[in-house]
């Protein structure tokens, strides 16, 4: 079971790193492998990424009341149809299509062999080589409310799907992406933290059935990581925002790379154990 002082280092990690493109499901696998922790499971790991995605809903707050309240009137009057804030909700509703059908056809999968730590060191290396490829390429030059269309939607969805193998990072996915797409930095950002709500709160909440009972964690600690998760995502998410708008993602690649050897390494040498 998960103690008190896991439930904290293990919220703080969830909120540093959801919002970067270093994947905050490998680091909390990672870290509790390397502390000899029982692994926390998808369960423990959907439930307090409501954490973050609940900073998401109230930095974004204005955003997404007018997306949900243009997106509800345009049902019925026709005129908003056009509007950007209706189109922004259909291609949510779009985006977040491949991640709910792959999740329920491989959720035995996400729970199991996904979590091998062979597989999360080498997403980690490669997605991060993906994604320096993808932002010295883009031409950073699209916007949302110009030129999102289904077709990216769809595009980003299945990266954002990718994010179910741990080490991939749902930023990072939908991230790189978008510079593939030749979105601006900050708007293929942007588009990834309001795709990630429906699949982050529907994973959650489907989870929180499982909280308290067999092997998952009890309902104390989880709340407390939760609780944390929020609190710390909130000033990741804005500083993030305001970070990449002046500076690419070397740094964050680099990083991956480094942690991607270092988890290889350490299961070759028999550190940390390749299953939790």
């Known amino acids: 079971m998960i103690g008190w002082l896991e439930a904290v280092v293990l919220g703080l990690i969830q909120g540093l790193t959801e919002f970067l493109p270093i994947s905050s499901s490998a680091h909390i696998r990672v870290l509790s492998a390397f502390f000899g922790w029982r692994d926390p499971g998808a369960a423990f790991t959907a439930v307090i990424q409501l954490g973050t995605e609940t900073a998401v809903l109230i930095y974004f707050r204005k955003e997404i009341w007018e997306i949900i309240s243009t997106w509800t009137r345009s049902l019925w009057t026709p005129a908003l149809r056009g509007h950007h804030a209706a189109r922004m909700g259909w291609y949510v509703i779009a985006g977040s299509l491949p991640i709910g059908i792959l999740g329920i056809a491989f959720k035995d999968q996400i729970e199991t062999v996904f979590r091998d730590l062979r597989l999360v060191g080498t997403t980690l290396i490669v997605f991060g080589i993906i994604l320096w490829f993808a ?126 050897l270092f988890v290889i390494l350490a299961v070759t040498l028999g550190w940390i154990p390749t299953q939790g």
């Open 135 to 260: 932002d010295h390429t883009a031409r950073n030059k699209l916007t949302l409310d110009k030129h999102l269309s289904f077709t990216h939607a769809i595009v980003y969805g299945f990266a954002q799907a990718l994010a179910l193998i741990p080490g991939v990072s749902r930023s990072g996915g939908t991230i790189t992406a978008g510079l593939l797409l030749d979105y601006r930095r900050e708007d293929a950002a942007k588009y990834s933290f309001l795709l990630a709500i429906p699949a982050v709160l529907s994973s959650g909440l489907l989870e929180l059935t499982q909280i308290g009972e067999g092997q998952a964690p009890d309902w104390g600690p989880t709340i407390l990581a939760t609780i944390i998760s929020f609190i710390v995502g909130y000033a990741a998410v804005a500083w993030f925002l305001k970070y990449i708008s002046t500076h690419r993602f070397t740094s964050f690649v680099i990083y991956r790379i480094l942690l991607g």
